[in-house]
């Protein structure tokens, strides 16, 4: 059986792995606006978006607005990853169980803080997935406060959250939704941590395995994916864009 043909597809130069994706042609274009016009120009069918900052600049929104089908959050809705101060006021005001936690923006006020419960200190805004640390003791907790409004994740430290700290197995649940309806992917573990043994700084994803050998049944989709439910009622006001993957 000879190779499937696939559908053409175009990329942005620059980003990590363009230069090898398998049949892709690389256009240059100096901003976002050259992205949808070219976008337009070209009919593209579908456009996908993996980088978290063009999503909470709003690309998807100007791909939208420019009649072009995308797959990615609005800016509203990337706030989810984009801040997690944003994130942890989100899940508590709509009662979604998480680590409790406080969001400084001033770091005499975050050294000062007489926290409950070890911590695990975060840069509230992005930070290539390298901008959560987990100390060992108060000494690193305050090391690593200073670090963030030092400027080392630039903007994306200006916020810190300090979180409780909490230990055991890590699971993440994706769902692919169109705004109305949702499907949930098999669970998945992501490792972080640099070294064997749990140990090293975090980063960005040293890589993941799923479907997750561990988690519970009541956790583990038996089916396919499907359309299984719809989001819960929202507030009374627009929601959110969503044409893209959540996660829990």
Request: hydrophobic letters at 45%; glycine letters at 12%.
């Amino acid at each position: 059986m000879g190779p499937r043909a696939l559908p053409e597809r175009r990329a942005r130069p620059g980003g990590l792995g363009n230069g090898g994706t398998l049949g892709a042609k690389l256009h240059p274009v100096a901003d976002d606006g050259d992205l949808v016009a070219l976008a337009r120009a070209e009919a593209v069918d579908l456009v996908v978006i993996g980088p978290e900052a063009p999503l909470a600049a709003g690309l998807a929104d100007a791909f939208r607005a420019a009649g072009v089908p995308c797959f990615g959050p609005g800016a509203a809705a990337a706030q989810l990853e984009a801040s997690k101060a944003h994130a942890k006021a989100f899940m508590n005001r709509h009662g979604i169980p998480t680590a409790a936690h406080r969001a400084f923006t001033d770091a005499a006020a975050a050294l000062a803080w007489p926290a409950p419960w070890p911590v695990v200190v975060k840069a509230s805004g992005l930070a290539a997935g390298k901008g959560v640390i987990v100390p060992d003791d108060h000494a690193g907790a305050e090391a690593a406060i200073r670090d963030l409004f030092a400027g080392r994740y630039g903007e994306g430290g200006q916020t810190v959250v300090l979180e409780e700290r909490l230990t055991g197995p890590e699971l993440s649940i994706l769902a692919l939704c169109d705004g109305e309806r949702f499907a949930l992917l098999p669970p998945a573990q992501d490792h972080k941590r640099l070294l064997d043994g749990d140990r090293g700084p975090n980063t960005g994803g040293m890589g993941a395995l799923a479907p997750a050998r561990w988690p519970p049944t009541r956790c583990s989709p038996r089916r396919p994916p499907s359309w299984p439910g719809r989001w819960p009622a929202w507030p009374p006001r627009a929601p959110p864009t969503w044409a893209a993957c959540t996660w829990g």
